[in-house]
Nanobody, 121 residues
């Protein structure tokens, strides 16, 4: 089982940026697709972005496309989510996950504990 630890969340004003990181404790990290999901209070967990094991393919939710960028460094066993032009509606707990490249959370078998992102207006 992969252990995932997110970091980089915090409080930021609208229009600001944060860089989220997710460190994986797994020697075969580069065999897994990685995804970022988020969950706002009272809402279901939703897909944000995903990246293939090689980094050659990326996918984004329409709500973040053009503002967020997912990337990975397999040498560091780390996946990143650069979030720019943040909006109050981006406020949520952000989770990283390891599994098969997909928009669906059911295709990811390992999850981190989450990091809080709060965007003030």
């Amino acid at each position: 089982q992969v252990q995932l630890v997110e970091s980089g969340g915090g409080l930021v004003q609208a229009g600001g940026s944060l860089r989220l990181s997710c460190a994986a404790s797994l020697r075969t990290f580069d065999r897994y697709a990685m995804g970022w999901f988020r969950q706002a209070p009272g809402k279901e967990r939703e897909f944000v972005a995903a990246i293939s094991w090689s980094g050659s393919s990326t996918y984004y939710a329409s709500s973040v496309k053009g503002r967020f960028t997912i990337s990975r460094d397999n040498a560091k066993n780390t996946v990143y989510l650069q979030t720019n032009s943040l909006k109050p509606e981006d406020t949520a707990v952000y989770y990283c996950a390891a599994g098969s490249l997909s928009y669906s959370s059911s295709n990811y078998g390992s999850w981190g504990q989450g990091t809080q992102v709060t965007v003030s207006s």
